[in-house]
Each structure stands twice: as structure tokens, then as C-alpha cells.
């Protein structure tokens, strides 16, 4: 087919001056908010920075969890997360293939075991009917816990990712992690916004992870976030990320090892800024949602990556599905950058990298077809005309 034909359908339709993957769009707000951080002097991680407590307090407001714990970034959330949750070395932790390689670091820094798991086409999330099969097949049951009948250790938790603010079969995978008594933790870094049932994503585990990096849906520079509705967990993790201090009026005292996670006042007087106006950057992304279903639709070769139909997505990354095989994805991307539109395929699955290829795994081929023929265009709510 003409490649030719798609691109001026969406340069036509969208500013072609913008068609990078996800740029923010910044306003006078969060250059006041910059300003006036940068005056009080407060712009590190100091309890007194106004910022931090205002984007926690609008995180909490805006998602219904009961806690937030602002920090550096989505890869210290999770680091943090899992540690505050008991997971320890040698731990099994199911995961998605498809996804970030944030996602699975934080699982090696631990000493834990990344244990790689299916998707599915619909959401691009892990595969529950999949798993449940899987989970069924190699566990064994000791005492409270479920075990991998070949390596012996335990099988402890479950990550879901909302891929490209997709929610995953949330509801499914929850049903599965209280059946194997399993730590459930939501990799939500790119669904802000995102609802299943009308409930945010990230609200429907033991905690949910988000990202404020530059291509976030909120931005903060550079960020991250917890959340959870367990008070114990919630001061756990507070204390943790916190560097382990023991509130103290002068003294510097702290009773374990913790690490330096907090978000800076100046990064959250950025992310605050932009969520003022997330509603209405979210709406922007949804209409562009719809201009790119009504583009493809004519291009029978291609399916759109729809959200499910008890979801509600952000679209934080509009993503095509090419149906025909005789389209070669290498040579679209080409022609796409050639015209500068700054697609990107989806990320390589982790179980292929070289330090990720010899850990535990089921048969991921969906994985590997979704990755081999879809296409992520761009995004980011300064496109729409």
C-alpha cells in the first residue's frame, strides 16, 4: 500500500509542526508556581516545600486513594513499593514481557526474581485466562504460599502495567493475586487518568505507581508517585523513601537503611501546575484518540488500539495494529520519520534482552506478535490543531 496516503491524512489532520511521540504543553501557570518555589528557597525535598503537599493532595483528590507518597521518579516508586511490601531475594515476581524495562529493574535491585508473563491483544496487559492456566500448571501450594514446582522459590506477587494508559484485566489479575496470596502492585506510570468501572487505575492493588517524566500525561521534569489505602504500608513507605528519619526537631537520626526517593518542591510546583489542567488535557487526548480511529478506519490493513469496554483510557500513546502481513513495519517507521512523524515501535520485550533473557518464563507468543506489528504514533495533546 501507499504509505504516502496515511501520512498526509495525518498531517493533515493534526499541527505537522508537532508530531513528535508525547511533548507537554506548558502554560504561565507553571511558571508562576516555578517562580514562586524558586523564591521561597524551599526546592529540595524539605517537609515545609508547599508544592509536594499540594500535588499529594491533588493525586488523593483526583484518583480516591487514601494516600500519596510523591517521589524522584516511577523506577524509586516501585524500588520503594516493593521493598515496603516484604518482597525479599529470591522472590518470584510475575511480569509482563511487554513493558518498560523500569518496571522490571526495580525487581533485580531487590534480589528478587523477574518472572516474565503473556499478554493479551485487547489491552496489550498481561493475560489472565493465560496466567491462571500457567499459574495452575507450575505452582504447589506450602502452607500459605504458592511455589514454582521447578525452582522451588516462592511466587509472590503480580505487576500489572496499564500499557499506554490501557487498563489491564485489573479486575481478573485481582481475583488471581487473592487466589495464589499474592502482592498485587499497579504499574500505572502511564495510565493517570485512566478508570475501570469508573475506579482509577492504580487503585486496585496493595499500591499503584505513576510517572511524571517529560512524556508523561503530567509532567514534573522528572517524578514519580505511590498510592495506597493501607495506613501501615502508606508509613512504611513514607519512611523508606524518606532516607529513614526519624522526625526529630534538630537531630538526624535514622533506624534503617532508606533511600533519598522524595520528590523535590521544585518538581512537584511543576507537576501541580499541570494538574490543574488535566481534565482538560486528558478531553485533548481523547479527541485525538477519535481523529486517528476515524484515519485508520479507512486503512483496512490497520487496527486501532481501542479501550476495552468497562474502561475508560487516557490514551496516553495512540497505537496502531498492522493486519497485513505483507507490511513491513521497519520500512513504515522509515517513511514516517522521513515525513517527520516520530512514531516508534513498542518496546523490544524484555525476556529478549540480553541481562533479562535467561530469567523464568512462559510461552509469550502474543507478546512477541504484538511487538513484531504495532506502532505507537504520536501523542502528545499539543498535536490537535
Known sequence: MKFNEIS????????????????????RKEKSNLSSCIKSGLVSTSNKGRFIKKLEGQIRNFTKSKYVVCTINGVSAIHGGLISLGLKKNDEILL????????????????????????????????????????????FK??????????KRRISAIIAVHIFGNPCE?????????KYNLKLIEDATEALGSFVNKKHAGTFGDIGIFSFNGNKIVTAGGGGAIITNNKVLYKRISHLVSNSKISHPWEYIHDQVGFNYRMPNLNAA????QFDKLKQIIKIKRDISIIYKNI????????????????????????IIIKDKKI?????????HKNKIFVRPVWKPLHTLKHLKNFPKMKLNSTINIYQNSICLPSGPGIKK
Open 8 to 27: 498526509k491524512e495525518i498531517k493533515k489532520r493534526f499541527n505537522p509542526k508537532k508530531l513528535n511521540l508525547h511533548e507537554p504543553i506548558f502554560s
Open 96 to 139: 509482563p514481557s511487554l513493558t518498560f524495562v523500569a518496571t522490571v529493574h526495580p525487581i533485580l535491585y531487590i534480589g528478587a526474581v523477574p518472572h516474565f508473563v503473556d499478554a493479551e491483544n485487547r489491552t496489550f496487559g498481561i493475560c489472565a485466562y493465560k496466567l491462571e492456566k500457567y499459574l495452575k500448571k507450575i505452582t
Open 142 to 151: 506450602k502452607g500459605a504460599f504458592f511455589f514454582n514446582k521447578k525452582t
Open 170 to 178: 485489573i479486575l481478573k489479575l485481582r481475583s488471581i493475586a487473592k
Open 270 to 273: 511543576l507537576a501541580s501546575a
Open 296 to 319: 485508520f478506519w479507512k486503512f483496512k490493513n490497520f487496527k486501532f488500539l481501542d479501550e476495552s469496554n468497562n474502561a475508560k483510557s487516557n490514551f496516553w500513546l495512540n497505537t
Open 328 to 336: 513491513n513495519k521497519k520500512k513504515l517507521i522509515q517513511h514516517f
